[in-house]
């Protein structure tokens, strides 16, 4: 399959051109031709799948721009990703300058942007607070004729408290409102919304846990319990990246770590939720005119924010969510270039480090000794280690082990005596289970006995 299949217009096209898209991705091909039959999708998806454009195209192709009203709200939880969409949205209007689309993000002038909705977008792109404000608040943006609503990051959307201002909007809607929600997760929480706005929604989920990991190298690097600063200094003097984002879970963590950094005379970045709106728009401005080889971020920037050139990514502390991971490493190795991700961990870390792998990541283990990378098999040999054995395990291996003088039919019988422990043991656990449920309804029995006579 290949884009023309979709019978896009001129603009569209010539957008995918431009970008050099050459067929769709997995999440493109199944989500374009859903949109285009009005169909209320679910999109599951890690980030680097193409869900932008997924909705993006569709949505472009369909505009009316005859009709001057809003067609389509697009919501995300942070500024950053706003200005993102916006940008891939703007190429849409260099070829068809009939195209309106609006930028509206906390940080920008309020009364300018009232201004600018003197004459209404199609497009309406921007953060769930400042579209709440300037729709249903100031009355400047009129959301009730749009008929597509996109909520995009949406489990990160619920994360940051935005659900509600979403809500608020979605309520002033048309009754026969076209919604899309992505996310690279759909938490328990989040389904109540969904039911209350979609119509038999379609769920497309992207089953690629590695799309954003094919061509990147992920090592572990064992702290053995030693200062992670310490070491990320001793690593920075060999890795010479092109860029690098440092990972912290903690946005004090971030900022202490970048200051440290710039005290050793490195010129670093940083991004996280604490920066004041005009210095997250000066900083994502810098970072893309590559004047930073190390970026220090917590997990905001991990979340559909591209970021050009990225060839190395340092997890000073694993993530909390395994899923994060997979965001986190996939802001290098992008395209056909490679990457590399390397993750500080020590014991306590075992636990997510065997999600992961269980997940399909193939890790190399290593510490890094005399300035050098050196391979170590300790994580392979501590799995191999013997665990734990219950009492019937330690029986049962007595059974099994092999004596020194085998008489004839010895497997039958050692089978048979195998199969009679373990049929015991099964009784005896019923046995056990029954007398505890026992005591308990004895007990509930007299508590409610007691109650009734209190009563």
């Given at each position: ?59 472009m ?15 995300t939880p ?12 703007r ?25 600018k ?42 994360e ?23 996310s ?56 010479d ?148 054995q219950?009492?019937l395990?330690k ?61």
């Amino acid at each position: 399959m290949d884009f023309k299949y979709f019978n896009f217009n001129d603009a569209c096209n010539q957008v995918i051109k431009e970008l050099n898209f050459q067929e769709p991705t997995k999440i493109q091909a199944k989500v374009i031709p859903l949109v285009k039959k009005g169909r209320d999708i679910i999109g599951v998806s890690q980030t680097g799948t193409g869900k932008t454009h997924a909705f993006l195209l569709p949505i472009m192709d369909m505009i009316d721009v005859e009709n001057e009203s809003v067609q389509a709200v697009i919501t995300t939880p942070t500024r950053e990703l706003a200005q993102q969409i916006y940008d891939h949205a703007r190429l849409f209007s260099k070829y068809d300058n009939r195209i309106r689309v609006s930028l509206v993000t906390g940080g920008l002038d309020k009364q300018k942007a009232v201004s600018k909705l003197a004459i209404q977008p199609h497009v309406v792109i921007g953060t769930p607070g400042r579209i709440r404000d300037l729709s249903l608040n100031e009355q400047a943006l009129s959301i009730t004729t749009a008929k597509t609503l996109v909520i995009d990051e949406a489990d990160m959307t619920m994360e940051f408290g935005y659900l509600e201002d979403i809500d608020a909007v979605a309520g002033k809607m048309r009754s026969d409102l076209h919604m899309m929600v992505f996310s690279a997760t759909i938490p328990q929480n989040l389904r109540p919304f969904l039911k209350k706005y979609m119509d038999s929604p379609v769920i497309v989920e992207i089953d690629d846990h590695l799309t954003t990991s094919a061509n990147v190298q992920h090592i572990l690097l064992n702290t053995k319990h030693k200062d992670r600063f310490g070491l990320l200094e001793e690593i920075m003097k060999v890795l010479d990246p092109y860029m690098c984002i440092i990972f912290c879970n903690r946005r004090e963590s971030v900022s202490a770590v970048a200051k440290a950094l710039r005290e050793d005379g490195h010129k670093v970045g940083e991004i996280h939720g604490d920066l004041e709106p005009r210095e997250r728009k000066q900083m994502m401005r810098r970072i893309k005119n590559m004047e930073y080889q190390y970026i220090v971020a917590t997990d905001i920037a991990a979340r559909g924010i591209d970021i050009d050139g990225v060839s190395h990514v340092v997890n000073l502390e694993l993530p909390e969510e395994s899923d994060f991971y997979i965001h986190r490493s996939g802001r290098c190795g992008r395209g056909k270039y490679k990457g590399t991700c390397i993750s500080m961990y020590d014991s306590t870390d075992e636990e997510n480090l065997a999600i992961l792998e269980r997940k399909g990541i193939e890790f190399k283990n290593q510490i890094f000794k005399n300035g050098h990378f050196v391979e170590t098999g300790l994580r392979e040999k501590r799995k191999n280690r013997p665990k734990h054995q219950t009492e019937l395990e330690k029986k049962v291996q007595a059974i099994v082990k092999k004596p020194q003088k085998v008489k004839p039919g010895y497997k039958k019988k050692r089978k048979y005596k195998v199969e009679q422990l373990v049929r015991k043991e099964k009784r005896n656990t019923i046995k056990q289970d029954i007398r505890r449920q026992r005591k308990e309804r004895y007990k509930q029995a007299q508590r409610d006995k007691k109650a009734a006579e209190e009563e």
